[in-house]
Each structure stands twice: as C-alpha cells, then as structure tokens.
C-alpha cells in the first residue's frame, strides 16, 4: 500500500505548505518516489513550487496541462459525467523524485456538493461516491506511477472538503506554531475529528466504487515550528507555548484519538527515531530570510545553494549554517515519517 499522508492544522500561518514541499523533497532526496498534493484551493504549494507569482501563470498552465491538476481530475465525479476517474497527470519538479498533483481554486466549488453527499447519501444514492473521490483520485494516481508516497497539503479549515481528505489518508500530521491560538486549536481537533471519523463511517462499505479505507487514518504527531531559536534551542518564551501544546496534545487529543483507533502507538514513535518525545515529531525554528530565497529560487530551505542564498561574508556564513540545520531537521524528520508509515 502506498501511504497518503496529510498535514493539516485549522489554524493558519502553522508552515503546513512549506513543510509540505520541504518534507516532500527531503523524502525524494532519500530515494523514495513523492507526490506532493496541493489540495488547498488557495493553490500556495503549486505556486511555490512551479514559481507562479500571478493568474496568468495558473491559467497558462490550466491550459497547456489539462488533466493535471486536482479540479479537473474529479470532474468526472463532481459533474456527473457517469465516467469512473483516471489517474491524474502528475507535474514534475527540479528533484527527479518529487512531483505535483496542482491545485485549482475551483475545488472550493466541490466543497458544497462533498457536503451534501456526506449527510444526505442515504437518500440520494448517486451521492454515495462523491466523498471517497478525493483520495481514490491519489491513490490510483500514486499507483499509476509507482509512487512511494502521497503527502498532501490542506487547508485551515473543518469543511467537508478536508474531513474526505483526512479521513481517506493513512496517516496524519498536524504542523503547529508556538501560541495561545494553536493550543486551541489542538483541543478543537480532539473534538473535530472523532466527528469526521463517525461521518465517514457509511462510507468505508466496499460495495461503493470509491469506498474510504476500512481503519481511520494515524496520528504520527505534530511538528514545533516558526519559534525564535537561541543557543540551538527554542527561546525560553516560545518553549513555554511549545511545552503546553505538547501537554495538550498527550492529555486531550491522543486519548480522544486512541478511543477512535487514529494514532501511532508509542513503541511506533519511538522507534521512528523521533527528536522529542511523544508526540512532538521535532522542533524546526523559525525559516526567517531563508524562506524569502526559497521561494524566490522555488527550492527547500535545505537545499538553497551559497550562490542561491544572495548574501556574503558573515551573513552568509550565519545562513549557511542555518541551512545546513535544516536539512539535518528535514531529513531526520523524513526518516522518521518513513519508519512510521513503512515506506
């Protein structure tokens, strides 16, 4: 099975689509077949990585690359076409092993009709395959092309749209930031989810075309990010956020989970190798100039060249040095989302 792994935080401004594409290229650097999915219809992730800085770029490649991107694969399904889905058309990236499923904002379109589906199937049978789409969309199209993994990047919201993607996913990760509105929103999720898990639920029957998988997905833990490092660990004010994020993770969210069956045991995580204790995956400091140039340069912050960094001197040498911390970050994080999803 290759697995789909999903980021997701209903709260904005946690880094979900740069971890997305860094996490991604990472994996791809370690030999393993990625597909990164810009499942927001904001479509951040697709213009970070193909370089797009306008409307124009996405309508020039909706033109030029129809049948690769996320709306237009599901408009068999969302249209009413009667025709079963194909795998989509999957664009490559400057890393031989990374490729794109694109985004388009009219998959916020769908959001309604997933809805509906969702609470009125029963009634109007036809709907019954609308929900389970999304993710036999990834999965035929992870295994038309060999793919080792699927991660996909959601939005920040409780909408249906991202209660199919989450719940067809084998496994999930919630990307978090080190303040008071984060912390609620871990509590939210501990409420949010075993919902979503029971509104699937007439969904997973394998007698539909495109069945949701029969266990819910995993949650592998969060990932500590956009804090203020200070002598190689976070500055005291960011860990005391980051210290009751943890805490509520462990008292609220995990039990919730654990009782639904959607987390990683902790012999799991552990033997992933993780750089802090369950369930806090790793703390990755705040990306500060460095995500100017990798945005600029459509490349990771790890894998930005000195040439690529644009600076010189002492600068350079203090942005090197924070580059070559983030590949070591990224690349144990990688290593430890392989060894919890099997890949």
């Not at 999903?6 to 290229?25: D, E, I, P, R």
């Not at 309508?59 to 690359?65: A, L």
């Not at 080190?178 to 989810?193: F, K």
């Not at 995956?281 to 990798?294: G, M, R, V």
Request: aromatic share 8%; net charge neutral; glycine share 6%.
């Amino acid at each position: 099975m290759i697995p789909l792994i999903s980021l997701f935080n209903h709260k904005g401004g946690v880094s979900k689509t740069t971890t997305a594409f860094n996490l991604g290229w990472a994996m791809a650097d370690r030999g393993k077949r990625v597909l990164i999915v810009d499942a927001d219809p904001q479509c951040n992730l697709t213009g970070t990585v193909l370089g797009f800085d306008g409307v124009n770029d996405f309508s020039d490649f909706y033109k030029n690359s129809p049948g690769a991107n996320i709306s237009d694969c599901l408009a068999p399904v969302f249209q009413g076409m009667g025709a079963q889905l194909t795998p989509a058309t999957i664009t490559k990236t400057p890393n031989p092993n990374l490729f794109l499923l694109a985004g388009n904002i009219d998959l916020s379109e769908n959001e309604t009709q997933i809805s509906v589906a969702l609470s009125t199937s029963a009634a109007i049978p036809a709907l019954q395959n609308i929900p389970g789409s999304v993710c036999a969309l990834l999965r035929m199209t992870a295994a038309a092309n060999k793919l080792d993994a699927v991660i996909v990047d959601m939005s920040p919201s409780v909408g249906a749209l991202n209660q199919c993607l989450l719940m067809g996913s084998d496994y999930f990760i919630v990307p978090t930031s080190p303040d008071y509105y984060c912390n609620q929103a871990i509590s939210s999720l501990a409420r949010v989810l075993p919902r979503w898990n029971i509104g699937v639920s007439l969904f997973r029957s394998p007698t539909l075309l495109y069945p949701f998988p029969v266990a819910p997905p995993k949650f592998c833990g969060i990932i500590s990010q956009r804090y203020r490092p200070r002598s190689g660990n976070p500055a005291q004010s960011f860990q005391q956020w980051i210290d009751v994020i943890k805490q509520t993770v462990l008292t609220e969210l995990v039990p919730v989970l654990t009782s639904n069956n959607m987390v990683v045991s902790v012999p799991v995580f552990n033997a992933s190798k993780p750089s802090d204790s369950p369930y806090n995956l790793i703390n990755i400091a705040d990306f500060n100039s460095l995500i100017a140039q990798s945005q600029k340069h459509n490349t990771p912050v790890f894998a930005l060249s000195d040439a690529q960094i644009e600076q010189v001197g002492i600068i350079l040498k203090t942005m090197k040095e924070s580059r070559d911390t983030f590949k070591k970050c990224f690349d144990s994080l990688a290593n430890s989302i392989e060894s919890i999803a099997g890949i």
